[in-house]
């Protein structure tokens, strides 16, 4: 296990290098709204944990940690996006299925994801 820093709404942080951004901070009392990962275990579904990292928005369950990380979760631009994503959710938050394809724009080939 390699420890890594980050910064997550301008305060450091030593993180796990490779692991996933919403399991880390939860493990720093950081608890990113992430309800698909939570409730279903699916990736990139809902929209809602929506942050920047480096500067481009991105989906924190989706994001595996890395080296010289720079992630803005607590914003009004980002609020109003997370806000939104919820209210979709709520309304049809596909349950047991795969949201899979291009939707969640992370790219990640990881087995946890869905994407
Ligand atoms: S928790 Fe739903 S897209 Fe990340």
């Known amino acids: 296990m390699k420890l890594i820093e980050i910064v997550f709404d301008g305060v450091k942080y030593l993180i796990e290098e490779g692991s996933n951004l919403v399991k880390e901070m939860d493990k720093h009392g950081i608890h990113i709204a992430a309800p698909c990962y939570r409730n279903t275990k699916q990736l990139g579904c ?12 991105a989906y924190a369950c989706c994001s595996k940690i890395q080296n010289g990380m720079s992630i803005i979760y607590d914003t009004e631009e ?10 979709a959710y709520v309304n049809d938050p596909n349950p047991g299925e795969c949201c899979g394809g291009s939707s969640c724009g992370c790219g990640s080939e990881s087995e946890e994801s869905c994407c």
């Not at 809902?46 to 928005?57: D, Q, S």
């Open 46 to 57: 809902c929209k809602a944990c929506i942050v920047e990292i480096n500067n481009e928005k």
């Open 78 to 87: 980002l609020k109003v996006e997370r806000r939104k994503a919820v209210e």
